[in-house]
Structures are given as structure tokens and as C-alpha cells.
T-cell receptor, first 112, second 112 residues
Framework: NASVTQTPKFQVLKTGQSMTLQCAQD?????MYWYRQDPGMGLRLIYYSASEGTTDKGEVPNGYNVSRLNKREFSLRLESAAPSQTSVYFCASSYRDGNTIYFGEGSWLTVV | QQQVKQSPQSLIVQKGGIPIINCAYE??????FPWYQQFPGKGPALLIA?????SEKKEGRFTISFNKSAKQFSLHIMDSQPGDSATYFC???????????FGTGTRLTIIP
């Protein structure tokens, strides 16, 4: 089955530590996204990539960096984690029209 | 900036009832309105979508009603079942635009 795979599923970090969330899709999609989901806030776009080698800031990019390694992979890096970055992170992908966005199963990140 | 307002935040309905979730948008240029369904521990998945050239769209037990003049749209679930218990997100964008603006989500519980 076609899918968006993200790792790790769960992670606990100490304030100031760094980590990278990995994401890969096997649907040959051009566009990839990183969202965060917080209670009462819905899904907020962190970063977006329309194609390999291009990235664009979303609604809440501060404290994050991304890398579109190739067409399949899009990683999200926290350079110096803060408690405010405790959240569930979703990677997603779509064809360029964006009419259907396919989400991964999420990565639960806790920063203590 | 919250451009899509969703209500209620949570909803409990008895089996067989018709839960209704409402969304209002601000940007009059938006012309694509999808709904996503998210089960616990999973990523959101596209449920149904509408464009403003029609006032209603049905897919099985799910119906979107759209009121362009009021800038509102809603999701109705006919003959609701416990298996419909999930979080529902409305969203809006320009058709073909890859960046969706999501509502804050509604946690729906269908009790037997």
C-alpha cells in the first residue's frame, strides 16, 4: 500500500537537545509537508516543499529546519528543542495540485 | 491568523443521530473545501471535499453543505455509528494550491 512513513514514532528530548524527524513517501508525489498538531490549535503548517531542492516556510517555522533530500524524503530538524515544541508532528505529501494530502501516522515528541 | 473557524470543539451524539460540524472562512478567494477524518493514533485522511459551484455534496452517509454568501460550510453525518467516532478537520484553500488552512478540529463521539 502507498504510504507516508515517518520515524521515530515517539521521542523524549531534553531542552536544548537536537533531533531530526525523518519522512519518506512512495507515491511519487512532488509536494511534501510538515505539520504540527496541538490541542485546540488544529494542524499548523511548519514547512512545505514543492519539489526536490525547494522549501518554503509555513505558519509556524521558528525553531525548525527542513531538508528535501530527494523526491521521496523530507526531514524536519529541531536544532535546540524547547518545551513549546512538545507536539505531534505529521509529515504529508501530495501531487502538485494538493487536492488530496496523504498524512503519515505521526511522531509524538515530548521536550522536558 | 485563524482563517478557518470550526465549531464545536467536541460533540457527543447517540448512534443514529446526525452530528453537524460547522466551519466559517474569511478569505473569499478560497474555492476548495475538504474535510479530513482522523482516528486516534493515526494521521488525518481525506473524507470528502466540495467546490463552491455546488451547494451540497454527498458521499455515502457524509454530506457537505456549502453557503457561499455566508462563507460557511458544514459536515453532516447521517445515521451515525460508533465507528464514526474520530476528530474531524475542515480546511480551505485555493483549488490547486498545495497549502491548506485547517480548522481547529472537532472531536466527535458516537455513543451506542
Amino acid at each position: 500500500n502507498a504510504s507516508v512513513t515517518q520515524t521515530p514514532k515517539f521521542q523524549v528530548l531534553k531542552t536544548g537537545q537536537s533531533m531530526t524527524l525523518q519522512c519518506a513517501q512512495d507515491m511519487n508525489h512532488n509536494s511534501m509537508y510538515w505539520y504540527r498538531q496541538d490541542p485546540g490549535m488544529g494542524l499548523r503548517l511548519i514547512y512545505y516543499s514543492a519539489s526536490e531542492g525547494t522549501t518554503d516556510k509555513g505558519e509556524v517555522p521558528n525553531g525548525y529546519n527542513v531538508s528535501r533530500l530527494n523526491k521521496r524524503e523530507f526531514s524536519l530538524r529541531l536544532e535546540s528543542a524547547a518545551p513549546s515544541q512538545t507536539s505531534v508532528y505529521f509529515c504529508a505529501s501530495s501531487y502538485r495540485d494538493g487536492n488530496t494530502i496523504y498524512f503519515g501516522e505521526g511522531s509524538w515528541l515530548t521536550v522536558v | 491568523q485563524q482563517q478557518v473557524k470550526q465549531s464545536p470543539q467536541s460533540l457527543i451524539v447517540q448512534k443514529g443521530g446526525i452530528p453537524i460540524i460547522n466551519c466559517a472562512y474569511e478569505n473569499t478567494a478560497f474555492d476548495y473545501f475538504p474535510w479530513y477524518q482522523q482516528f486516534p493514533g493515526k494521521g488525518p485522511a481525506l473524507l470528502i471535499a466540495i467546490r463552491p459551484d455546488v451547494s451540497e455534496k454527498k458521499e455515502g452517509r457524509f454530506t457537505i453543505s456549502f453557503n457561499k454568501s455566508a462563507k460557511q460550510f458544514s459536515l453532516h453525518i447521517m445515521d451515525s455509528q460508533p465507528g464514526d467516532s474520530a476528530t474531524y478537520f475542515c480546511a480551505a484553500t485555493l483549488f490547486g494550491n498545495e497549502k491548506l488552512t485547517f480548522g481547529t478540529g472537532t472531536r466527535l463521539t458516537i455513543i451506542p
